[in-house]
Structure formats: structure tokens, C-alpha cells
């Protein structure tokens, strides 16, 4: 699929958040290990929370859906997979990050892979604290990297795991923590990536009645005794997802506002908003939709994005039509998401004229006279998003392998299609 992005300007537009894909795929998972039965509301309905829940099926938890609902027989920790179990989460990162040490919760061992390029993502530091925790791991090809086969009991006690590269090594151990035989305790010994996403995490255990004390981003300690039980749950809107309507505003003028989002998500894309109000941009928030609006030049700013991943490369393209130059840091743990998202979004954007520099943890973006392109996003859904919206400030931007935006966001060209001339 080849879409072609014109350039549109003094945009007045409404949309309509998809639901979260990360709420998503914990509460499948919650809901998988819980006692009784649960209805998740709006789930997100995309290749990645696919991958989750056919996974949790392989591992025999019982999922059935429902026009915009998922109704999950919950197995109250014990995954019966009957055998040896391979699970192919393709390139689902989250995916095959939270299902490795649930492996420790299966009757038979569990091999995780996926992709070529999920097989070049690291997964080394969580891998190396399962032991810890009474698991076994062998990597089957290359040390430290999918495939890996996990073995072994989820006995609990303390455990020391770096999240420097990725907090889903952390969230992995936390959502399966409550079945553990004796509590587990969590201690992070440097600054976690992402930070934010461990909200994330924690907001979903918790609603699904797990206990969590915490320090911080320091140390977390899960009860055994506090065990997830069966809920009605509804999945709120995405702000990784809304980010694209936002921008529109900015790069092209005019108004955008999206509805499905709350105000006090703990989100940590929810930060992007707070760019956009750096950078010119007026933003208001009501009980349920977020307003962005620009009626003016676009300043550039420095801007610290390390809790705020997924908006990083939507952010570039803001910055690229700005009239002083951006720098975004906190980013060097952007290497190892669908692609090594700091060159892969910089030299596309040389390629539409843009003046950009980075470092192993920051990208520069300078003033430059910008046209259109040829945009492959090498299978990474946000390159696509991103680079579509930047289009609709200066057309004549094509963006190949347009259907790989059905990972996180299957209905985003037909949201966008009412804008694009």
C-alpha cells in the first residue's frame, strides 16, 4: 500500500482517540491470570495486542471476542500449555518482553522469538534476572537476543534488573509477580527507560487488585497474597496515537482536538502536549478530549523526551518546521525499538532537506527549506505516521509499505483520509 500526502494548512479538525495499545496488552494479561471472568472494553484491535492475546491462548488462557470487547476466562496463575510451547510474537516487542517471565508461570517450557529484526532487539538484562526468580534461560541462536526458551518455577524473592534499555523488562516481572511463590522485590540500580510506562504497568495491576509498594523508580515490592481478580475494564485512548492529530495542528495551523483521552492519564506521551505548548502552541483540556491550537510561527525548544518515546519521531517533525532549532534528548534507548528510530528518522529527514544531527542520546533539527519525497519506513509503524503528517505541512511526501501502520494504529489512514486532499 503507497499512500501520497498533499499539503493541506489551517486545519479545524475532530478525531477520535483508538484505545491504548500498552493498557491493552497488560490488561489481556491481567485479566489471563486473574480469578473469574473479565470484559475488557474497547480493546485495541492491531497486530501487536493480537500477538498478546493469541499468545496467551497458546499458553491456554481462554479469550473470546466480542464486537468491542474481549471476554477472558481467567486461569488464576497457572498457565496448562500442555507441552512445549513456541510462541512467534513476529516483531512485538512488548509482546515477547511481558509473556517471557509469565513463561515462568507455564506448565512446560516456552520459547519466545519473533522477527529478523526482533531477533537483533536485545533482551539480555531480563534474561539474566529470571534466575533469580527460579527461572532457566538458554538462548538458541545468539546470546542475550531472541529466540530464548524459559523454564523453571516463579519462586520470588528479591531480584536486580537494569531497565536502562527498556522498563518492559521491569513491567515483565511485575505483572507476573503476584503469583510467585513468596513476595518479589524489584530493585532498579540506575534511572529506567521509559519510566512512565511502569505507571502504566502499575495503574493496570492495581485496578485488577494486586498490591505494589514502591520507591520511586527505585524499588518495587509485590505481594503474593494480593492477586489479580476478574474485572469489567475499559482501555482508555492513546495519547502515543493522538500525538499525530496534534501535530496537524501545529505544522499546518488551525485547530485539532481529540476526544477519547484522559486528562490525568499517567501516560508518559501525554508530555508531548507540554512541547507543543513550549514550542507556540495553545493546548486546553477538557473531561474527556484534549484541543490543540497554532495560529503562529513555531519556536524551537530543548526538550527532554526520555519518558515520552513513541512521540519522539512525531515531535522531529514538528521541530522541522519550526523557525529556531530543536534539540530532543533523552533518546538513546530509541535504537532499539522496529528500527534504530534516531538515524532512521534523521536521514529520512535529509531526504526531504532537513538540516539534523545526532548523538548517541539527542537529535538536533536546524531551519531548512523542506519538499517532498519517497518515505520507506522500513516496517517501523511511527516512521509512517510521523512522516504522513509532516506531508500534510509540505506534500508531496509518499510513504511506501503504508499498511504496517496496522501494528498500534489499524484505522489511521482512514481517520487521516478525510484531511488528505
Known sequence: MIVTVEKISEVDLTFTAPPSKSYTHRALIAGALADGKTTLFRPLEAEDTRLTAGALRSLGAVLEDQPG????????????????????????????????????????????????????????????ALPALGGTVEFLQKDGYPPLRVS??????PVVIDGSMSSQFISSILMAAPYAQKEVEVIIPAPPASASYLDITLSVMEAFGATVTRTGYERFVVSN????????YTVEGDY???????ALAAICGGK???????????????????????????????TK?????????????????????DTVQTLCMVAAVASTPTTITGISHLKFKESDRIS?????????????QVSDDSITIRPSPLHGGSIDPANDHRTAMSFAVLGCGIGGVTIQNAECVDKSFPGFWEQLSGVIP
Open 225 to 232: 497474597a494480593d492477586r489479580y481478580k476478574a474485572q469489567r
Open 69 to 128: 470487547r474481549i471476554i477472558i476466562t481467567g486461569c488464576k496463575g497457572i498457565l496448562n500449555n500442555r507441552r512445549p510451547t513456541t510462541l512467534n510474537l513476529d516483531n512485538s516487542g512488548t509482546s515477547l518482553r511481558l509473556l517471557t517471565t509469565l513463561a515462568l508461570l507455564c506448565e512446560y517450557p516456552v520459547t519466545l522469538t519473533g522477527s529478523a529484526r526482533m531477533q537483533e532487539r536485545p533482551i539480555g538484562p531480563l534474561a539474566g
Open 240 to 246: 502515543s496515537s493522538a500525538s499525530y492529530f496534534f
Open 152 to 157: 523453571g518455577k516463579l519462586l520470588g524473592g
Open 289 to 309: 478530549a484534549v484541543t490543540v491550537e497554532n495560529s503562529g510561527e513555531l519556536r524551537g525548544i530543548t526538550f527532554d523526551m526520555a519518558t515520552s518515546p
Open 344 to 356: 532512521s528518522t534523521a536521514e529520512r529527514l535529509r531526504l526531504l532537506g532537513g538540516d539534523v
Open 256 to 286: 485539532v482536538t481529540v476526544k477519547n483521552l484522559a486528562p490525568d492519564s499517567v501516560q508518559g506521551d501525554r508530555r508531548f502536549l507540554d512541547a507543543l505548548q513550549a514550542m507556540g502552541c495553545v493546548v486546553t483540556y477538557g
